[in-house]
């Protein structure tokens, strides 16, 4: 058990939370091989995690914990696969019965026992299992609520109730997103594999806006008492990283992984001791992790590699690797940080790239330069329910010696923010200007 970091003496019911952490996905993977049904994958292995938090604190924890799981849930197939088989006989009586064939057809019933005794078991395709239960999580039939919340659940390993604290809603919504997802994939007969070749890259693309959605969220959380939800980052960290294994070739999945690499190095310096915020300028760059700034540099360099021309994560990467390198807010090259959103908003155009470039370009050419950028924003009436357009805007305003129409736009971001960290930073940026 040591490479899960809890020994065998150690309490059962905290290994099987950490076996079930880092094997989920693959066990869950390889019953959904197994047994070609996806959301019987799903319940197979949430039984044998129940069995594991009733046997291992009672009997101690196996030797090996991750095959007892899926050898639990292997015989729970079995089992599932016996009682199917056994109304299948009935209903083939029936009908011998009511004179429509059946037994009678001459036909040899299907052994359901026998063939999946017979089902290849691969320890070797473990990867491709993991690959194919991101995608079955991730399909276009569901909605991004479902995939997130699947997501977490299948490929994550949390439980619905970690996911709930995760998205700041009831488990009983988690619980019954996670249950409408299965149905649905039930329901559109989505097969357990990886997409042919030609519409891998629209689905590898739901896989990375999944994970890309997760990660926002927790760097920069929209609600609750936190600037940074650490657990929920982490997670989609994680998935990147394993993402990035499983599709060597694909530029995007390391321009991703190498954005959130490079997010996530300033992640020690952007609260203070009491958890506030620190904006960029006054964070101690002395405290970014410099080994997650290597690694997303690296991730960055292979995507460039692998590509013709970066992606739209990739371009964020790059922007984020901009600020990584520079050794002050002053030093930084903001005229290239401009030229990416630029290329960011040709190949992802979005209101919110439009509002970092103008704060880009505050940067590198003033605030007044930036400013029609913003209004214009404010004319088309977009970002209307966000705080970070009126925060901008006062932030321009306030540079630019124009206090009152700052003192309103600052106001306005109060109401709106639904974070309380960020909301007692724009306070305070209020008091500043009385």
Known sequence: ????GVSAAGGGREAVAAVW?????RIVGALARYTGDFALAEDLAQEALAEALVNWPRDGVPRNPAGWLLTVGRRRAID?????????????????????GGAASGAAPADPVRDADEAP?????????????MFVSCHPVLSREARVALTLRVVGGLTSDEIARALLVPTATVQARITRAKKTIAAARVPFATPAADERAERLGSVLNVIYVIFTEGSSASSGGEVIRFDLAGEALRLA??????????PEAHGLLALLELTAARFPARTGPDGEPVLLEHQDRRRWDRSAIGRGRAALARAER?????????????????HA???????TDWERIVLLYEALGRVAPSPVVELNRAVAV??????????????????????????????VRGELLTRLGRADEARVELEAAVKLCGNDRDRALLRSKLDALA
């Open 1 to 4: 058990m040591a490479g899960y």
């Open 21 to 25: 952490r880092i094997e989920s996905a």
């Open 80 to 100: 599932a696969f016996r009682r199917r088989s056994a109304l299948d006989d009935r209903y083939a009586s029936l009908a011998h019965e009511l004179g429509e």
């Open 121 to 133: 078991w691969d320890p070797d395709q473990i990867d491709d299992d993991v690959l194919a239960l």
């Open 241 to 250: 990283r394993v993402l990035g294994r499983l599709v060597p070739d694909a």
């Open 306 to 322: 692998l590509g013709r021309g970066l992606g739209a994560y990739g371009l964020q990467a790059a922007i984020a690797e901009c």
């Open 325 to 331: 390198v520079a050794p002050s807010v002053e030093a």
């Open 362 to 391: 505050s940067m590198a050419h003033g605030p007044a330069a930036a400013l029609p950028i913003v209004d214009d924003l404010v004319t088309a009436g977009t970002l209307g329910n966000s705080h970070l357009l009126p925060s």
